[in-house]
C-alpha cells in the first residue's frame, strides 16, 4: 500500500533562515503524483505544487523550491528566507493512478508543522 | 465561482446524536472525497464519489454514510456520533482524470462530539 512519511513533525526557525521539510513515500505504481499542500492557522488546505513521477525536475516558484529524486523516493520541499507568514502546517500527499480502480485517492503525510519567529 | 462549499463550519454534538454534512461544488467535478484530519495523522479518506449515484469506502469508513444524489453534491452522515469521531472534516472535488489527483478543497468543518 502506498504510504508518505513526514518525519519532521515540527520545526522552528528564525525568519530568514533556509528550511527543508522532508517527505518520503512508498508506492508499487509507476505512474504516481505528488503534492504539497499548506495549511496556514486560518485552517483551509492551499495547493502548492503537484508533479508526476515522469518528471524529476527540480522546480522552483519565488521562495519555495522542490526537490524530486526518485531514487530516493523523497520530494523535498524548500523554503528559502522563511517569512512569519510561512508558519503553517505543510502536507505531502501521494495520489496513485491506480488500475481498476476509480478516483484520485490522495495519501497524506502526517504533516509537519513550521513555526517562522521574527 | 465558489469552488468547494462546506456546512456548517462548526457542530457540537452529544454522544449518539445524528448529522449530515453537505459538500457543494459548483465546478461540474466529477470526483467528490471526504477526509478527516486528526492531530499528528494528516488527512485520510473517509469515502469518495466518481460520480452521481456511486459511492465507495475510503480508508476509515466506519461510523459514516455518504450519498451523492445529485453531481453536485456530497453528503456525509453520522448516524450516532462518538467522540472518537471528533476531528475536522474536508471535502473536496477534482476533475475526471484517474490519477492526477488534483482537488479542490472546502474551508472544513470543525466537528466535537461530547
Known amino acids: 500500500a502506498q504510504k508518505v512519511t513526514q518525519a519532521q513533525t515540527e520545526i522552528s526557525v528564525v525568519e530568514k533562515e533556509d528550511v527543508t521539510l522532508d517527505c518520503v513515500y512508498e508506492t508499487r505504481d509507476t505512474t504516481y503524483y505528488l503534492f504539497w499542500y499548506k495549511q496556514p492557522p486560518s485552517g483551509e488546505l492551499v495547493f502548492l505544487i503537484r508533479r508526476n513521477s515522469f518528471d524529476e525536475q527540480n522546480e522552483i516558484s519565488g521562495r519555495y523550491s522542490w526537490n524530486f529524486q526518485k531514487s530516493t523516493s523523497s520530494f523535498n520541499f524548500t523554503i528559502t528566507a522563511s517569512q512569519v507568514v510561512d508558519s503553517a502546517v505543510y502536507f505531502c500527499a501521494l495520489s496513485e493512478a491506480v488500475k481498476g480502480e476509480y478516483g484520485n485517492k490522495l495519501v497524506f503525510g502526517a504533516g509537519t508543522i513550521l513555526r517562522v519567529k521574527s | 465561482n465558489a469552488g468547494v462549499t462546506q456546512t456548517p463550519k462548526f457542530r457540537v454534538l452529544k454522544t449518539g446524536q445524528s448529522m449530515t454534512l453537505l459538500c457543494a461544488q459548483d465546478?461540474?467535478?466529477?470526483?467528490m472525497y471526504w477526509y478527516r484530519q486528526d492531530p499528528g495523522m494528516g488527512l485520510r479518506l473517509i469515502h469518495y464519489?466518481?460520480?452521481?449515484?456511486?459511492?465507495a469506502k475510503g480508508e476509515v469508513p466506519d461510523g459514516y454514510n455518504v450519498s451523492r444524489l445529485k453531481k453536485q453534491n456530497f453528503l456525509l452522515g453520522l448516524e450516532s456520533a462518538a467522540p472518537s469521531q471528533t476531528s475536522v472534516y474536508f471535502c473536496?472535488?477534482?476533475?475526471?482524470?484517474?490519477?492526477?489527483?488534483?482537488?479542490?478543497f472546502g474551508a472544513g468543518t470543525r466537528l466535537s462530539v461530547l
Open positions: 464519489s466518481v460520480g452521481e449515484g456511486t459511492t
Open positions: 465546478m461540474n467535478h466529477e470526483y
Open positions: 473536496a472535488s477534482s476533475y475526471l482524470l484517474r490519477g492526477t489527483g488534483f482537488q479542490y
